[in-house]
């Protein structure tokens, strides 16, 4: 039977644990499991983990934990893992106004998908999205899940700038842009809420192993949501779930 | 209150302390100082905490007014500071500063960054952590930017103790040299099994030199091409600074203080933490071999240099340059200004 793990070197202060070579929920969950058992292990000399698709990359301090410690730590979490990689996840509820000023490449996917833009909607937020990884800039959810039928090549050529907030799709990846910046994902709408805010005390929203849903609002909502989250008293739809990625 | 005016600000200057832990996993780069040697040393002299912010200057180093008495320290390459357009300060020793004073930075002669630590440091905001400066990410550091012409930094307003920090200085064998060819140490991994033996051989077999392309992100290298067994491609995977970087043109890219946490190339080495310094001051056209060690020996190096940090600390209770002279000597009829540091082992 191939090993479920193996430890490799990512330098003299970090490694890499990686597991199956593949991006699956199943695969993803152990990575989610065992940075959750590493910071509830609070092992002296581990100064952080970057969770990924189908590694962790965990960061340490070989004057307080040398590489042998380290490796034996790891050994042992692993073998309470089974009992670790299923368990709850949050889902983060997602306003987003649709279509319009904001999601002015609705139509575009819509017209190469053969639907209308409100079946565009429809299928977008109809299902829950893993949050695999966060990466690329601060606070930027690679996300996996979307339904193929709306999956639609990038821009041909790219904006110069994306709003922060703006909800898009490349190919058959759908994301959210958690600062303004370059870009050339098909923009379809816009949400209110901020995925990066370093005036906040935690300047990232999103977690790596949990799920997006994205709603449906009217430009009403956008508003009020908008001035509630200026005003810092926008609070998150977070729902439970238990079990994923079977 | 105290601060820093800037006159010039040189090529590229920005505020860095020793990174941004803690929120990679969150998508947020670590930033922090290129060279963190020199950085630690310069903040060590000035009786500063090592991590405290202080300016980086590339290349090309800046000018800059003081509005009150302190005392600094520069350390990293040599961009020839002068003190009021007169005299010629000399780098890894404590300088003493009075209100009104100037510093002005040339081109650096070895070396590609130098570091301008305040006794006090800056008084800045932190966000996650640190007071680095991520330009990309427009946050930390002064106004998430580099410096420019008329900015005012605040710096803190402390006391500095004369007494303790005058006359401080780092002996001359434990100052780095900064080489045009270095010798750079790695560990293999973790993609290495995604390379032909052939790939892995040119790699450290093969000098590759600095592209035009170099900044705080990352420094492309030009040299052998280096071959993969299928394809440059991975499912994307954390970063850490050192990580070498191998796309498709089989070119490679040293991935360094203002790196992505997670990327999709092949990673088929990293430079030991103990040997980044010697690339944060490398410029284009500078020339690097690779050579492989082991865990064993990368945690070795990395001790002995935690030791050598220590000595240094030791050594400012034992040793002190008095007040610099600087004499007029007469020979043969031709006047020579000499500047005498004594050191004097009375601490």
């Not at chain 1, 997006?212 to 949501?225: A, H, L, M, N, P």
């Not at chain 2, 006090?120 to 007071?131: A, Q, R, V, Y």
């Not at chain 2, 035009?212 to 993969?228: C, N």
């Amino acid at each position: 039977m191939e090993k479920l793990f193996k430890i490799k070197f990512a330098g003299d202060k970090a490694i890499s644990v990686e597991f199956k070579n593949e991006i699956s929920e199943e695969t993803n969950n152990y990575v989610a499991a065992l940075r959750n058992l590493i910071e509830d292990s609070k092992t002296i000399g581990i100064e952080e983990c970057i969770p990924t698709y189908r590694a962790l990359t965990i960061c340490y301090n070989p004057i307080e934990l040398t590489y042998e410690k380290l490796e034996e730590k790891i050994n042992e979490l692993m073998g309470d893992i089974e009992s670790f990689s299923n368990t709850e996840s949050k889902v983060y509820v997602i306003p987003v106004y649709y279509g319009g000023e904001f999601g002015p490449d609705i139509e575009n996917v819509a017209k190469q998908n053969n639907l209308t833009k409100k079946e565009v909607v429809k299928i977008h937020t109809g299902v829950d999205y893993r949050i695999y990884m966060l990466g690329f800039t601060p606070g930027f959810p690679y996300l996996g899940g979307m339904d193929e039928t709306i999956s639609t090549p990038r821009l041909v050529k790219p904006r110069i700038k994306v709003n922060a907030g703006s909800v898009g799709i490349a190919g058959s990846q759908t994301g959210i842009y958690p600062i303004d910046s370059p870009g050339g994902w098909q923009i379809i709408g816009r949400t209110p809420v901020k995925l990066f805010d370093i005036d906040n005390e935690e300047p990232v929203l999103l977690n790596a192993g949990n799920y997006i849903r994205f709603k449906s609002i009217d430009y009403k909502t956008y508003e009020r949501i908008l001035k509630e989250v200026n005003s810092n008293t926008f609070n998150i739809e977070i729902k439970k779930t238990t079990k994923r990625g079977e | 209150m105290a601060s820093i005016k800037v006159i010039n600000p040189g090529m590229y200057t920005t505020i860095q302390d020793l990174g941004r832990t803690g929120y990679q996993e969150y998508g947020v780069t670590v930033s922090g100082s290129m060279d963190q040697f020199a950085h630690r040393i310069a903040n060590l002299l000035v009786g500063n905490n090592q991590n405290e912010a202080l300016l980086e200057m590339t290349i090309m180093g800046g000018s800059f007014i003081f509005n009150s008495d302190t005392f600094i320290s520069i350390t990293g390459a040599d961009m020839k500071p002068m003190l009021n357009n007169s005299i010629r300060l000399d780098l890894w020793r404590t300088i003493k500063i009075q209100k009104g004073d100037i510093i002005t930075f040339g081109a650096a002669k070895n070396g590609c960054r130098s570091y301008l630590s305040i006794a006090g440091g800056f008084e800045l905001p932190t966000i996650m952590n640190s007071k680095s400066t991520y330009v990309r990410g427009k946050f930390g550091g002064f106004k998430g930017r580099a410096l420019k012409k008329d900015d005012e930094i605040l710096l803190n307003n402390d006391i500095c103790n004369e007494e303790e920090l005058s006359g401080r200085f780092i002996d001359l064998k434990t100052v780095p040299k900064y080489n045009n060819k270095v010798n750079i140490r790695v560990i293999l991994g973790p993609q290495d099994d995604e390379f032909s033996e052939e790939g892995i051989f040119d790699f450290l077999n093969n000098p590759y030199k600095v592209s035009s392309e170099f900044d705080r992100m990352g420094y492309r290298l030009e040299g052998t091409e280096i071959k993969h067994l299928k394809t440059a491609d991975i499912i994307s995977d954390g970063i850490v600074k050192g990580a070498i970087q191998i796309p498709g043109k089989g070119q490679p890219i040293i991935m360094l203080a203002d790196c992505q946490t997670t990327g999709g190339y092949t990673k088929i080495a990293h430079v030991i933490s103990s040997d980044l310094w010697k690339i944060a001051q490398l410029k284009p056209n500078d020339e690097i071999s690779f050579i492989k060690v082991d865990i064993k020996n990368a945690h070795e190096i990395l001790k002995e240099q935690e030791e050598i940090i220590n000595k240094i600390i030791k050594g400012f209770d034992k040793q002190r340059l008095k007040v610099e002279k600087n004499l007029k000597i007469a020979i043969n009829n031709k006047t020579f200004i000499v500047k005498v540091n004594e050191i004097s082992e009375t601490y």
